[in-house]
């Protein structure tokens, strides 16, 4: 089996990338728990949970484009309980990057001089990362019920014919009754009865209607803008 002759699937490629954030935010936990044992006090430690972070959105904002790669292979023509399954988990998916770069703001805040200060960002930061663990799981647990439930993404298993051993032949046509060949054929209709029905065609994949998520985001920094800086 080659296993790089899957890397040209924009499922299997989706699959990969999206185990990296997943494992950042179980494991950023981790690290949240041992800052507040610090008490945010350990330099290095700190500047560990900023990068954490900051990677992990950086690399969730990678997999938004891996994960609109795979709606072209989805046909329009599936259920809508599995449209309402695809736009839960592009709402949480395209969201994790938010919650990730919030908690890292809240890790340089607790670099503060003062205690109280620091101890105040501290259980922010634990309630971040949290937080953030929480809602990159709800990613995983919709996109894990497409696979899974749904068989999104997940190769149709081919019929494969199996002859069983022992099995007796076909009995011989018994006397009197024709076989098959010997049976009247029924005649054609003629094309001019009935016109043929026009063949419907299918409709387009989920891609065609879905508008890419950088190009809506540079429309909202747009709106920003122009709210902040309005142009005569």
């Known amino acids: ?93 395209e969201n994790i990057w938010i919650a990730a770069l919030f908690t890292t703001l809240i890790a340089i805040f607790c670099g503060a001089k003062r205690d109280n200060i620091r101890n105040t960002f501290t259980v922010l930061m634990v309630m971040a990362s949290l ?6 799981s709800a990613a995983a647990w919709y996109g894990t019920t497409l696979i899974y439930r749904d068989g999104v993404g997940s190769p149709k298993p081919a019929a494969v014919a199996m ?31 009935k016109a043929p029905a026009t063949p419907i065609p299918p ?7 879905h508008e890419p998520y950088f190009g809506r985001l540079s429309k909202v920094w747009g709106d920003v803008f122009n709210f902040l800086w309005p142009t005569q």
């Open 131 to 136: 937080a953030t663990m929480a809602w990159t």
């Open 1 to 93: 089996m080659n296993m790089l002759g899957g890397l040209d699937n924009p499922h299997i490629i989706h699959a990969l990338a999206v185990h990296v954030p997943v494992a950042m935010a179980l494991l950023g936990v981790l690290l949240a728990l041992m800052c507040a044992v610090t008490q945010m006090k350990n330099a290095p430690l700190r500047r560990l949970a900023i990068g954490w972070y900051a990677i992990m959105a950086a690399i969730s904002l990678l997999t938004i484009l891996t994960g609109e790669r795979t709606l072209g292979d989805i046909p329009g023509s599936v259920s809508a309980e599995i449209r309402n399954t695809v736009a839960t988990h592009r709402m949480f998916g």
């Open 203 to 209: 409709p387009p994949p989920l891609s065609a209607t």
């Open 163 to 193: 002859e069983s051993p022992g099995v007796p032949a076909a009995p011989e046509a018994m006397p009197g009754i024709p076989a098959s060949t010997d049976l009247p054929v029924m005649p054609e209709v003629s094309p001019g009865e």
